[in-house]
Nanobody, 118 residues
C-alpha cells in the first residue's frame, strides 16, 4: 500500500506559477511510476504528466507541454509538478498517483485545489 498526500495548491493569478508536491509513504516509493492528473468541475479526470520510477522518462499532455514539469526525488519520497504560465483554464483539483507503469495507476492522493484567476 502507498499513501499519497498532495500539497502546494492555492490561488494564483494568470501567468503565475505554483509547485505541487506529492509526499508518499508506505511501500518503496522508488519502485513506482508517478503521475499528475487534474479534474475540473463537470469534466473527467485527465492525465497531465507522468514520470518513470527512475526519472529517466517523462510524458506530458499537449495542454501542459512546455509549461509544466514533473520531477521526483526518490530520497525524499516526493514527486513534484512545477506549473508555470498558469491560465484560468488550469483551474481544477490536481491529483497525484502511483503505479507500476505510467499508464497503470494503482494509488491516488486526495487532491489539491488550484485556482487561477484572470
Amino acid at each position: 500500500q502507498v499513501q499519497l498526500v498532495e500539497s502546494g495548491g492555492g490561488l494564483v493569478q494568470a501567468g503565475g506559477s505554483l509547485r505541487l508536491s506529492c509526499a508518499a509513504s508506505g511501500r518503496t516509493f522508488s519502485k513506482y511510476a508517478m503521475s499528475w492528473f487534474r479534474q475540473a468541475p463537470g469534466k473527467e479526470r485527465n492525465l497531465l504528466a507522468a514520470i518513470t520510477w527512475s526519472g529517466s522518462n517523462t510524458y506530458y499532455a499537449d495542454s501542459v507541454k512546455g509549461r509544466f514539469t514533473i520531477s521526483r526525488d526518490n530520497g525524499k519520497n516526493t514527486a513534484y509538478l512545477q506549473m508555470n504560465s498558469l491560465k484560468p483554464e488550469d483551474t481544477a483539483v490536481y491529483y497525484c498517483a502511483a503505479g507500476s507503469t505510467i499508464w497503470d495507476m494503482d494509488y491516488w492522493g486526495q487532491g489539491t485545489q488550484v485556482t487561477v484567476s484572470s
